[in-house]
């Protein structure tokens, strides 16, 4: 057959990384010689949380993460399917060895968090046909294994809600500028105030650098920047709950008050984003619902040996709360 004994056992078992084409042959001799595998008690399949960072030291968890790991923790409850962590600074991740370092602890799928264009290990995890799905960001070209909503959308209902508010001079805050999710929610803050005919100022966009770590901070900071420069804005919209809670703090130092001198509007629904004062209006994005159904398509390839077809993109509603008045 020209395949050594370890891929006809691997064939066999149906275990991940084996082509199909090889495990056809394995299984053609098999047939035709009578051999049928001995039976053998299974362990249950065991997927992790691929948790990236950019830089080592960075923190993994925040609410959007922990959202996601809820969801896949449900799935994992519900399928009997043991779940496992592995994080790492994205350079690291991309050194040789990553399947045989996950293999060495059991791991048999992944669901990838906060991928983005510097992801080159993904491509090694799709050479060797080891399941994955990204969830809500993934490298260009990879969008076939990625479960996410319309960012695009996003950024257009946020600032169309702040449009017809009656609001022109929109900041933008965008800390994580490697995540691709972010920068699709600018292009749809874009198309808002294009197709409104008015023009979005791009000194009112803040952007964070690669060593984004701190939404508090960066919030906070960005305020900062944009009095510092003397930019009247009248709205902010933000990523992420972490950075308008910042930029509130921000605002409170600069003696503007939210929302009668500032509205602000962000991504991420949270019990910390309700019953903030004021409450934060927010584009409830499902994160939880991402990573049930990220978990349930890499199960169900560990099972099958196929890759499933994606769900459609997730809705996302708009809460409207206290944090976003008609400009006065």
Not at 83 to 88: D, I, R
Not at 138 to 153: I, K, T, Y
Not at 288 to 303: F, I, K, P, T
Request: aromatic content about 6%; hydrophobic content about 40%; some cysteine.
């Amino acid at each position: 057959m020209g395949v050594n004994p370890g891929t006809v056992s691997r064939a066999l078992t149906n275990f991940p990384g084996i082509s199909e084409e090889t495990r056809r042959r394995v299984w053609e001799v098999a047939d035709r010689e009578g051999f049928r595998p001995r039976p053998i008690s299974r362990r249950a399949v065991s997927i992790a949380a691929l948790i990236q960072t950019q830089k080592e030291g960075l923190d993994l968890l925040s609410p959007y993460t922990d959202a996601v790991l809820e969801g896949m923790w449900e799935y994992a409850q519900t399928a009997n399917v043991e779940m496992a962590f592995f994080s790492g600074s994205v350079a690291d991740l991309n050194e040789r060895g990553l399947i045989r370092r996950m293999g060495r602890r059991g791991i048999d799928g992944v669901v990838v968090i906060n991928s983005n264009d510097d992801s080159r290990y993904l491509k090694s995890l799709r050479s060797k046909r080891f399941p994955y799905c990204c969830v809500m960001s993934a490298p260009d070209g990879f969008e076939d294994s990625l479960v996410s909503v319309d960012n695009r959308q996003v950024g257009f209902r946020a600032a169309t809600h702040l449009l017809e508010l009656g609001h022109r001079r929109v900041a933008v805050f965008i800390g994580a500028v490697h995540f691709k999710a972010h920068q699709d929610r600018l292009e749809g803050v874009r198309r808002a105030f294009a197709k409104a005919g008015i023009p979005l100022d791009k000194t009112l966009i803040v952007q964070g650098s690669a060593d984004y770590a701190d939404g508090f901070a960066f919030g906070c900071g960005g305020v900062r920047q944009l009095f510092r420069d003397k930019r009247d804005v009248t709205a902010i919209f933000t990523m992420d709950t972490q950075e308008a809670i910042g930029a509130i703090r921000g605002l409170s130092e600069a003696g503007k008050s939210v929302p009668a001198d500032v509205s602000v509007v962000t991504c991420d629904d949270s019990p910390l984003a309700a019953n903030m004062i004021p409450a934060l209006t927010v584009m409830d994005i499902p994160n939880r619902r991402l990573g049930y159904d990220a978990m349930r398509r890499v199960h169900a390839s560990l099972e099958s040996g196929a890759t499933p077809s994606l769900p459609p993109a997730l809705e996302v509603d708009i809460i409207v709360r206290e944090s976003s008045v008609g400009k006065r």
